[in-house]
């Protein structure tokens, strides 16, 4: 039963992988959509087309599993104009100083999205 268990588990996350989070802070006062991606190889989450949303004034946490030492950069738009944006924006491509971190186990960092 627990080699079963241990199996389990094994299959289920990938060898290696980090768990960390990220807490999104929406100062705005409109709704924003974010997204996480990976610049050291094709990873963005949620992935499959989705995106996280925070309603105004509110916060979220967004856990992800990522690769150690993996840079993670964030990109936030407003719902449903993403041509006011922040971060690496919607498509992963505006150059930012601030905006990337450093995948590490069990670590959370922090995003404050402000007007």
């Known amino acids: 039963m627990i080699r079963l268990a241990l199996a389990a588990l094994l299959i289920a996350s990938p060898a290696g992988a980090a768990d960390m989070a990220f807490f999104v ?3 705005r006062s409109q ?3 974010v997204e996480l991606f990976s610049r050291d190889r094709n990873e963005v989450w949620p992935g499959g087309d989705k995106v996280f949303l925070i309603r105004p004034q509110s916060q979220k946490s967004v856990p992800i599993s990522c690769n150690p030492g993996e840079h993670i950069c964030w990109g936030a738009w407003v719902d449903g104009d ?4 922040a971060g690496v924006g919607p498509d992963n491509d505006q ?3 601030n905006c990337c971190f450093i995948c590490t186990e069990h670590s959370t960092e922090t995003i404050d999205l402000v007007e």
């Open 95 to 97: 150059p930012c100083d």
């Open 82 to 85: 993403d041509s006011i944006s």
């Open 31 to 33: 709704g924003v959509a």
């Open 25 to 27: 802070k929406n100062l």
